[in-house]
Each structure stands twice: as C-alpha cells, then as structure tokens.
C-alpha cells in the first residue's frame, strides 16, 4: 500500500509526495511526462526496499495524464 498526497502536474513532469504503508514520513515521486519514466524519487529512510511501490505509483500517475478530469489531491494505492 501507498499513500499518493499533494498530486501536481505542469507541462513537463507530474509528481507527488509517497508515503508507503506503515512509513511515518513521506517521500516524493516525479515522472517525465515526455517520457513516462521516472524522472527522481525518493523513498523516506528505512524503505529504500520499496521499489514495487514506486512502480505502482508511477502506473497510477501515469492514468490522470490521459484524462480532463481534476487532480486529487490525494490517493490510497493498494495491492495484492
């Protein structure tokens, strides 16, 4: 599970603020939108193993791109 908070984007890059599950603290994503890669992150101290993590919330990033609709401001990712 990862919390996605303070979701923005520009004609260049979407990012977010990351908080994986059980983490007191947040880290912080950013995507190329030229790209679709990820342009930095970073994970907060102690869940530098939470690479998956990463992935799901670049894929869930990448879906606002495609669409009219506002930006959350926040969203919960879960998995299984």
């Not at 790209?35 to 992150?41: G, I, N």
Request: contains cysteine; charged residues 35%.
């Amino acid at each position: 599970m990862i919390k996605l908070k303070n979701i923005e984007k520009n004609s260049r890059f979407i990012e977010c603020d990351i908080r994986p599950e059980d983490s007191k603290e947040y880290g912080h994503l950013k995507i190329n939108l030229d790209t679709k890669e990820v342009d930095e992150y970073a994970l907060p101290k102690d869940y530098e193993w939470c690479q998956n993590h990463i992935r799901h919330a670049q894929s869930a990033l990448l879906e606002f791109i495609g669409t009219d609709e506002p930006l959350p401001d926040s969203k919960l990712l879960m998995w299984y």
